[in-house]
């Protein structure tokens, strides 16, 4: 299984930007699909998460400005992010818990990372 993940990029404060991801390769089905981040120096955090029964999470930071959506059926997240700020800047890394079989628990599946500065 591969996350393939795109549309980060550099944008001022107050800015706007659309990462997406899709998933790839022996998939059964993905329970949950989501962003975390990492910024330097810190450890990697939940920015928000999505339940294949369309039951999101949001960290307390990005709530009110990201938004996050996904289709099962062709394994792709998204995350709308606005009104960013300079803390938001970190590498944000896909994430989805994919079942390769039908009686398979599962396992955790990261993509490459893309980077998201915010900067004037």
């Known amino acids: 299984v591969q996350l393939q993940a795109s549309g980060g990029g550099l944008v001022q404060p107050g800015g706007s930007l659309r990462l997406s991801c899709t998933a790839s390769?022996?998939?059964?089905?993905?329970?949950?699909m989501g962003w975390y981040r990492q910024a330097p120096g810190k450890e990697r955090e939940s920015v928000a998460t999505v339940t294949n029964a369309a039951r999101t999470n949001y960290a307390d930071s990005v709530k009110g400005r990201f938004t996050i959506s996904g289709d099962s059926a062709k394994y792709t997240v998204w995350l709308q992010s606005n009104s960013l700020k300079p803390e938001d800047t970190a590498v944000y890394f896909c994430?989805?818990?994919?079942?390769?079989?039908?009686?398979?628990?599962?396992?955790?599946?990261w993509g490459q990372g893309t980077q998201v500065t915010v900067s004037s």
């Open positions: 994430y989805a818990w994919v079942r390769e079989t039908v009686r398979g628990l599962g396992r955790a599946y």
């Open positions: 390769g022996t998939i059964f089905d993905i329970t949950n």
